[in-house]
């Protein structure tokens, strides 16, 4: 069995101790009341005296009880990617507790339960980023991408996907990896339910999950492997088909994008050559804003008709390579192709799952976003190494745990020698096309920044094209949409607009047929606040050349 049946003999004598006191005081306290009356349920009281007394009972799925703690409201600083944005992380009643799947996973899951009288009676499910090992609940990046105060009146349930490290070594163990893939939240809803229906006192109307990158690929693995288990999804930036952008990011040949970038084999040029600094980002930003800004129909520093958007930096070519490497005011031929690299899609032949070969290219406008250091160069050139960027780290640990070797590196790995490992792998994480039978009763919604450069938005819309030929297109409109922010990045940083009430968007959509037809983000500038349309993929927010360029309502979504 999976999960266990019996109490974690592994736990504290305490814990466990108080788990079954709580489970026995429950039955007592139902049996002293007995009669018809139901005795009024934890959230009648304070949620301060509530919560220090909440200790959840009969639990399903063998989870086990750990704590309850009550976090008043706070402001942090957030550290997801050094923004050092000020978060203000929610006040609830925080109840954790784990789920012991196997030997090689337990789950940590955390439910938080808001004031009686501010409960909406739903539940939302936060889905976790990159490889997971930590918990959304704790994390100020969630309360930062759900993006609405309509999120505060849910229950919201999240779980570290069963294991407690933010690398990759965990996935050698199966149990682990497939509750990082799909399971990990599946039961911690049950258990975010549970506990939901005991402290209210009544079983949540609905239940929604959101989630960003990895967090959105949950989603919308949930969609398919549990299709009752919400009655709405939010995917934003879903990093679906991670095992293909993995492949082609390493080193398979010199001409992929990772090696390619990082390693230069011409020992008569300078080591950085290839490397595009945060100097030459901004610098090549700068140029392709002014070459493609005005495609859209307005100069404001968005390049909204990425699909147009062209520009290949030879004007910005250094006369001289070995002199140019590491100056910020020129591209070499080496940096020149890098760029190009980061727009072509990727071609390595090995057929993944859903049948795909290769992995797509980036949209234009990533070097104006955080996302061209975070992501796919580093902030520092480290002797041949993208060691701070996602693109090196991500397909090298994923590479280190598939081979067994802690010093297997993407830079000389062959994926054509591992093609079973791939696949396999593939197959687990990836969600098929087919959300038939979620769509006959649930609602999807995705979000994407145009330029995202960590994972690619024509990945995604190629994957949804999928889905709406398995569903019928018809039926696809009556519960898919997704939409698009262009000049935003993965982490929504960038000039363009990617703030946006998501969560409400969906709830109308799930509860009022409302669908999200109308959506409009907010972004700011040093002019202040504006708008744009949140547009269908692959339209783009057009200005209509007349009225308030901060209005919405003078931008139609176009496809030229
Ligand atoms: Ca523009």
Excluded at 65 to 90: C, K, N, S
Excluded at 182 to 195: K, R
């Amino acid at each position: 069995m999976k999960h266990p049946s019996s109490i974690n003999p592994a736990l504290p004598q305490g814990v466990r101790a108080r788990a079954l006191t709580g489970s026995l005081l429950g039955t007592l306290l139902l049996a002293a009341c007995g009669g018809s009356d139901t005795p009024p349920p934890p959230s009648s009281r304070p949620l301060a005296q509530s919560c220090a007394a909440y200790v959840p009972s009969n639990l399903p799925v063998n989870a086990t009880f750990l704590r309850t703690e009550l976090r008043e409201t706070q402001t942090v600083t957030e550290t997801h990617y050094a923004t050092g944005e000020p978060i203000t992380m929610p006040r609830a009643c925080i109840v954790r507790g784990t789920i012991a799947s196997g030997p090689g996973s337990t789950i940590h899951w955390a439910v938080e339960l808001p004031e009686g009288a501010d409960w909406n009676g739903k539940t939302m499910t936060l889905g976790g980023g990159g490889f997971d090992g930590f918990m959304p609940t704790d994390d100020p990046w969630h309360v930062k991408y759900v993006q609405s105060d309509a999120a505060l009146s849910f229950v919201r349930i999240s779980s570290d996907s069963g294991h407690q490290t933010e690398d990759f070594a965990w996935a050698t163990d199966p149990v682990a990896l497939q509750n990082h893939a799909d399971e990990a939240n599946h039961l911690a809803l049950q258990v975010g339910t549970h506990i939901a229906t005991q402290f209210y006192g009544k079983a949540p109307t609905r239940r929604y999950m959101v989630g960003h990158s990895n967090g959105g690929r949950s989603g919308l693995i949930a969609a398919d492997r549990y299709p009752n288990d919400y009655d709405g999804v939010l995917a934003m930036a879903p990093a679906i088909s991670q095992q293909a952008h993995q492949v082609n990011m390493g080193g398979f040949n010199r001409w992929i994008y990772g090696r390619h970038a990082d390693g230069n084999p011409d020992t008569s040029l300078p080591a950085q050559a290839n490397w595009i600094s945060p100097g030459k980002s901004a610098l090549y930003a700068a140029a392709e804003i002014a070459a493609c800004d005005a495609l859209d129909g307005l100069t404001d520093g968005i390049i909204g008709n990425v699909e147009a958007c062209t520009y290949v930096p030879t004007d910005l070519q250094c006369a001289d390579d070995v002199a140019g490497a590491q100056d910020d005011s020129c591209l070499t031929t080496g940096q020149i192709e890098a760029i190009r690299l980061n727009y072509a899609d990727k071609t390595v032949p090995l057929t993944l799952a859903n049948g795909m070969t290769g992995y797509e290219r980036y949209g234009r406008g990533g070097a104006a976003t955080g996302d061209w250091q975070v992501y796919a160069f580093g902030f520092e050139y480290d002797g041949g190494f993208l060691s701070k960027g996602f693109s090196y780290i991500a397909p090298t640990s994923v590479i280190q745990a598939l081979t067994g070797s802690e010093s297997a590196d993407s830079m000389n790995h062959d994926p054509l020698g591992m093609a079973t490992q791939w696949q396999a792998l593939a197959n687990t994480m990836e969600p098929s096309t087919d959300l038939v039978n979620f769509g006959q009763r649930s609602k999807l919604l995705v979000w994407y920044g145009m330029a995202d450069t960590c994972v690619s938005v024509y990945r995604t819309a190629a994957y949804l094209d999928q889905v709406r030929q398995t569903s019928g297109s018809a039926a696809f409109d009556r519960f898919a949409r997704f939409v698009t922010s262009p000049g935003v990045g993965h982490d929504l940083t960038g000039p363009g607009a990617a703030k946006a009430d998501l969560i409400t968007a969906l709830v109308d959509w799930v509860e009022k047929d409302v669908a999200p037809d109308q959506l409009v983000a907010t972004g700011s500038s040093d002019a202040g606040t504006f708008e744009r349309p949140l547009c269908p993929f692959p339209s783009f927010p057009k200005y209509t050349g007349s009225g308030d360029t901060s209005k919405a309502t003078s931008f139609t979504c176009s496809v030229s």
